[in-house]
């Protein structure tokens, strides 16, 4: 993964210089591999409880629109930020259903509303 902390950055003269025997070797690259194992556990369960998009949902009126977010239910939150649309209009609503979220605009964005969102689920792996 990419946040794994690789061994060979760590500076080798800086652990001989401590005259660091086998058994400190062995404990330091125990050490990383347990902190790499973290980060792994760590990177799923959130890539598994947030979903993030940029889309446009314009040419449907204000709304609400529905956006599908697979997992998601009433119960979890949504982030919704309006980034640009034809027409000048502000989200007034975001609920969250099954599967999904629906949003209201202040009136009719025209034929482009995009949005920026993020789902937080409670799924796990």
Request: charged residues 10%; glycine residues 8%; proline residues 6%.
């Amino acid at each position: 993964m990419a946040n794994q902390i690789r061994l060979e950055v760590l500076d080798t003269p800086d652990v001989e210089q401590v005259e660091a025997g086998p058994d400190f070797k062995r404990w330091l690259t125990n050490t990383v591999d347990i902190i790499n194992a973290s980060f792994d556990a760590i990177n799923i369960v959130i890539g598994n409880q947030v979903t993030s998009a940029i889309i446009d949902i314009g040419g449907s009126g204000a709304g609400p629109l529905f956006v599908s977010v697979p997992g998601l239910t009433p119960a979890n939150a949504v982030i919704v930020n309006l980034t640009s649309s034809t027409n000048p209009v502000t989200v007034v609503n975001v609920t969250t259903v099954t599967d999904g979220f629906n949003v209201t605009f202040s009136g009719n964005p025209g034929a482009s509303a995009i949005i920026v969102y993020q789902a937080f689920t409670n799924t796990n792996p």
